[in-house]
């Protein structure tokens, strides 16, 4: 019995009361939900009886059984008809319970069920298994939106918020910022899988290239009207024209300077290796001219102008050793390859644009087939590529052209699905002190979780 319906027995009316509460609790219906991708249109009405019936946990109406030995998931099936099942789970959120209904398994083929992977199914082996029991299986959902029911699903189902939501429905071109844990990467998949020909998933990271990939895929996903591309920006670079040599690394050019640095005592590695991939060479204008780089303001180089000329010279000596080395500089590359590129793709994402120079930006964005067909997404806060970054330098990409410019909108993902309130007060904390020690980048910048 339940601490609450023990309270009622002391009183007056306990037995009528608890008699109330059994009824409530035994007639509660269970939230339908249903993934984005889910079609019904073929089994309409007994779609609508079955998952009815569901809802109210009555699984003996709907004749649920539960497909046993699945690694990569609790799956149930209802029956439709005689020939056709519905695939479900269930899944919880606090103390919320739901059912997310699936797919539609026409004429008993689990083999070509997108969820089950070809898992082999005897329906005269299929086990029954009561409502309570499953409940108990249910997987976690650490976010559910209160209203609405459409579930998206990548390695795990996941619900959008309203600002989640209204990024997903808005056609491009799209700026997202957000944190770690914004739900930044699964907004950006679920956008890609709306897109029709040919797409291209780009990343500073091969890790995280290759991570998306894996998370795309995820759940035997398919698209018949696309081909998607996963790359990191040395593989983009690569697919358009292998550069000769292998890229140099900061480790590559710490060495460098090692050797070089009588003749600049004054010139800091990293700053140097910074002030060159991140200002002389980062623009989509070409590489500065001496002149060009004396002119920047304060603000726009990391040097004082007094001290610009001295670091033009290390720069021209780093082009004669790359050349020496048989070493790459992929801002280098992107400049070079801008007259390569054609246009190939029909959508393009770049994630974690933070780590991408403005020249390698306009690089992929030239491989486009329509200017526009774009969403980028990113953190200034979590640059692990120094770059000297900054929003307002990827949004001139776009002004050049007025009309792409009027459509043009930063939109801001403040939740963090992540991380606990108390790793987010403390981030949030520090935040706050590296913008007053340090100022922030741009007003995009400035966003707390």
Not at 105 to 119: E, Q, T
Not at 321 to 327: D, G, Q, R
Not at 435 to 440: A, I, L, T, W
Request: aromatic letters at 10%; glycine letters at 6%; a neutral charge.
């Amino acid at each position: 019995m339940t601490g609450k319906l023990a309270l009622e027995v002391g009183r007056p009316d306990g037995h009528e009361r608890i008699l109330a509460l059994v009824f409530d609790f035994t007639h509660r219906l269970m939230k339908v939900l249903e993934y984005t991708g889910l079609d019904t249109s073929c089994v309409k009405a007994s779609y609508d009886k079955v998952s009815a019936a569901i809802a109210r946990d009555d699984f003996r109406a709907a004749q649920v059984k539960k497909l046993a030995n699945l690694s990569h998931g609790k799956f149930y099936r209802a029956k439709l008809d005689d020939a056709d099942r519905l695939l479900f789970s269930l899944v919880r959120h606090g103390d919320e319970v739901c059912a997310l209904m699936l797919e539609v398994i026409a004429n008993h083929a689990y083999d070509k069920s997108r969820f089950l992977r070809g898992a082999a199914i005897d329906e005269s082996k299929i086990p029954d298994i009561s409502a309570d029991d499953a409940i108990r299986e249910a997987q976690v959902l650490r976010y559910l939106h209160p209203e609405r029911t459409g579930i998206h699903l990548l390695d795990k189902p996941i619900s959008f918020d309203d600002t989640q939501e209204t990024i997903y429905r808005q056609p491009p071109p799209l700026v997202v910022v957000g944190s770690a844990g914004s739900g930044k990467t699964a907004l950006t998949l679920e956008k890609l899988k709306r897109a029709e020909g040919e797409v291209l998933y780009v990343t500073h990271s091969a890790f995280l290239a290759q991570s998306a990939r894996d998370l795309y895929y995820a759940n035997g996903f398919e698209h018949g009207g696309q081909d998607a591309v996963f790359l990191s920006y040395r593989e983009f670079v690569e697919s358009i024209r292998v550069p000769a040599g292998r890229e140099a690394s900061w480790r590559d050019f710490a060495g460098w300077h090692s050797r070089i640095r009588q003749n600049f005592k004054d010139v800091e590695a990293h700053q140097a290796f910074e002030e060159i991939r991140g200002v002389i060479a980062a623009g989509s204008g070409g590489v500065l001219s001496r002149d060009e780089y004396q002119a920047l303001g304060v603000r726009q180089s990391i040097f004082p102008v007094e001290r610009r000329d001295q670091l033009y010279n290390l720069f021209e000596k780093y082009r004669a050793w790359l050349a020496e080395a048989k070493l790459y500089d992929l801002n280098l590359v992107a400049h070079d390859w801008q007259a390569l590129a054609a246009p190939r793709y029909d959508f393009v994402v770049i994630d974690e644009v933070q780590d991408i120079t403005t020249v390698q930006l306009a690089l992929v964005l030239t491989t486009l087939k329509k200017p526009g067909h774009f969403m980028l997404c990113g953190d200034s806060n979590q640059i692990v590529h120094p770059n000297f970054f900054s929003w307002s330098q990827v949004k001139s990409l776009f002004w050049k052209d007025p009309k792409l410019a009027e459509r043009q909108e930063l939109r801001v993902l403040k939740t963090n699905f992540r991380n606990g309130l108390e790793a987010t007060r403390v981030a949030n904390q520090l935040l706050k002190i590296k913008q007053r020690r340090f100022g922030s980048i741009d007003r995009e910048s400035n966003f707390l979780v």
